[in-house]
């Protein structure tokens, strides 16, 4: 158990909704009460008629609350500069990345706050080397997945799959998800790829809509070098990031992929392992 001294929480709320903008002020409220510093993300703060702050200057804090769904969370491990624990209270649909409701989740932070164990979960660094660029472009690290997405509906990509500078495939699809284990339960699982335990070390390589019967999810070392080329000419692509960040490919571009050396860091909730969240919110 981490016996870690919490001094400053942040509150990182979806501001679109009145129902979770309630919700971050009772929490705001409740915390005040155990003499903890708060701030909160000023979007929301200015529902609520406070001072907040932009995400970014949120690194202070010793660990930070969203109010959503795993897109919050997502969203916010991509503006956070540090690796701050996270814990997520859902008000979303799904919420498989969250580990508090709206009932229960006073009894839980009251433990949290006397100590509490940090998961650390693996990344994708993703690089775009432009085919007549110098350098190349780097996006944010991606904490489930990264789609490479045709920009023209029905209309396929050609795509060459190297693993370690080694060709694995090819083969025309409407794209590809390279999945962290943590994302094997979003988008990869709805294109038919593997379900993996997040301890796994290892990422996923999962063609959409394929044109091959070879064409198939891989699963490879977390160790490894992915590159992804497009080869079709003419052809345009979109480089997805969680569903938070896009950017722009085209033919005789490669996408390349290796373990982020910023793990994202989750605080660990008493009885919420991996499994009795497929049971619970999977099936």
Do not use: W
Request: glycine share 8%.
């Amino acid at each position: 158990m981490e016996k870690k001294n919490i001094e400053k929480v942040g509150i990182i709320a979806r501001y679109d909704s009145q129902e979770i903008i309630n919700e971050a002020n009772r929490l705001i409220k409740y915390l005040e009460k155990k003499s903890l510093e708060i701030t909160i993300n000023r979007e929301a703060a200015s529902k609520i008629g406070i001072e907040g702050k932009d995400i970014p200057m949120m690194d202070d804090c010793d660990i930070v609350i969203t109010i959503g769904g795993d897109g919050t969370i997502l969203r916010t491990f991509h503006e956070l500069p540090k690796q701050t624990p996270l814990i997520g209270i859902n008000k979303g649909e799904v919420g498989f990345l969250t580990d508090l409701d709206t009932e229960t989740y006073k009894e839980e932070l009251n433990k949290i706050l006397e100590g509490f164990q940090v998961e650390e979960r693996t990344r994708l660094e993703v690089n775009i080397d432009g085919e007549k660029s110098e350098k190349e472009k780097k996006l944010p690290p991606a904490t489930n997945e990264v789609v490479i997405l045709t920009s023209e509906p029905a209309k396929m990509l050609k795509l060459r799959v190297l693993v370690d500078d080694k060709e694995v495939e090819r083969f025309g699809a409407d794209g590809i998800i390279i999945a962290t284990p943590t994302g094997s339960t979003a988008y990869s699982m709805s294109a038919g790829g593997p379900i993996v335990d997040p301890r796994v070390e290892a990422f996923l390589l999962v063609p959409i809509a394929p044109y091959k019967l070879s064409a198939r999810s891989i699963v490879v070392p977390s160790s490894s070098n992915i590159k992804i080329e497009l080869i079709r000419k003419g052809k345009h692509a979109k480089v997805i990031v969680d569903g938070q960040r896009t950017s722009k490919v085209k033919e005789g571009d490669m996408i390349k992929f290796n373990k982020s050396e910023n793990p994202a860091r989750f605080v660990k909730v008493e009885g919420r392992d991996f499994y009795s969240k497929i049971k619970e919110k999977l099936m």
